[in-house]
């Protein structure tokens, strides 16, 4: 199928698994050409996005990239770190900017990324992937759940630190267990910045 059919008939084809290539990338990797190709999806994927920046605040790990032949089509970042619930420290993969160019959604290739992602984080001792959005139904149908945890973090704007932000977190912020543990009510406390 040629690109250019997809893009005029937005058609609901599903991709052939085979026609499109997802690469993991380490961030201190990724070359500089590649960022500018990374901003230029954010971009068009969220309106507010900052302007020649492949990230919003802070660098993720590692980072998923989509192609179709040599066209970057989608991209998640992804933050390891140690967050901590009420106290108790959890290895957790977060997940920042999730998107797909708006020409190939709905063709799973946002739910193929997420699906290695899973994969990757249940042979490496994570307890949870985490992550926040609006996009609800997206991530219920990939087995997340809603929770509605009061969060601690730092703020960090235009390069700055503000300072500590305590707020509630509800209606965004969703969890999936990779291990036994279970999620529960109280402060998560992220130990940095927000994903
Ligand atoms: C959300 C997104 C990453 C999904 O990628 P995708 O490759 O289209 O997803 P899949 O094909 O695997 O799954 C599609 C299903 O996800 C759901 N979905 C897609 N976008 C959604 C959204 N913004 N909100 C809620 N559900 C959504 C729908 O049920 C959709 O099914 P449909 O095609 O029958 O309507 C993509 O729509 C996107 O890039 N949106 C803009 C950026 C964004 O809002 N990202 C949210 C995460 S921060």
Redesign the pocket.
Known sequence: MKINSIQRTKSKTVLNRKEFVIEQMEEYRIPTFLHERIGLLLQS??PDYPINKSYFNQIPSFRYLAWYGDELI?HLGVVYRIISLNGVELRVFGIV????DAA?????????ILKQLESLAEISNIDFMILI?D????YL?QGFIMVDNPGKWLMIRNSQTLGIAHRKLSDCLMVKPIGTKQWDEGTVDFLGNIF
Do not use: P, R
């Open positions: 994927s969220f989608g900017d999730l998107c797909v190939f959604q709905s063709m799973q290739i946002g739910s193929n959005s996009a609800h139904s997206f149908e």
